[in-house]
């Protein structure tokens, strides 16, 4: 059972548009969230987190929001360039519980930013 | 930076076969983890270590095993390759709340 959804597989946008990558999640004990970026035959590289206590994290093109009453975060990349055309994976963790920060993450989603 | 290290890009081995997949990380952290990664499933836990010897099972530990005889070294053992083992593998190692992951293992099982 997936408690951290992303369910867009794909998004298609234009050079210079804003891409919106959504992800939602069922345990709310989950306090801290991360968005990683990857590209084929890497692995994924960290790109933004944002704590619960938060809901809004800006990082130069990169912004993460989050709405803990509805379980959802959102991606924002603006604008997006060629070089954002990868896969993104939002993933979740429960700091505050035994849990060794541990990972649960989405299935990913395909970006790819067209000319 | 962190570094994360693993020992092959690509692997083929025949169904049966023990399979060996290392990792290694430079920055002195505890905790280090193994996933596989699969289209349209995203990464899956497998196992992971807090610590020298101590390892817990993840999500999918079916199948598999590990060793973390040194901190900076976490193995994962596949004790008799399947083909449903065939997939992309990746360790990762964690700082304060990330996770820094090395470039993946391509595992062919034929």
Partial sequence: ??????????????????????????????????????YPAEGPTFLISISSIKDKNEDGRFTVFLNKSAKHLSLHIVPSQPGDSAVYFCAASARTTDSWGKLQFGAGTQVVVTP | DVKVTQSSRYLVKRTGEKVF?????????????????????????????????????????????VSREKKERFSLILESASTNQTSM??????????????????????
Wanted: glycine share 8%; aromatic share 16%; with cysteine.
């Fill in chain 2, 89 to 110: 593998y990746l360790c990762a190692s964690q700082g304060n709340n990330e996770q820094f992951f090395g470039p993946g293992t391509r595992l062919t099982v034929l």
């Fill in chain 1, 1 to 38: 059972d997936q408690q951290v959804k992303q369910n867009s597989p794909s998004l298609s946008v234009q050079e210079g548009r804003i891409s919106i990558l959504n992800c939602d999640y069922t345990n709310s004990m989950f306090d801290y969230f991360l968005w990683y970026k990857k």
């Fill in chain 2, 21 to 65: 997949l290392e990792c290694v990380q430079d920055m002195d952290h505890e905790n280090m983890f193994w996933y596989r990664q699969d289209p349209g499933l995203g990464l899956r836990l497998i196992y992971f270590s807090y610590d020298v010897k101590m390892k817990e099972k993840g999500d999918i530990p079916e199948g598999y095993s």
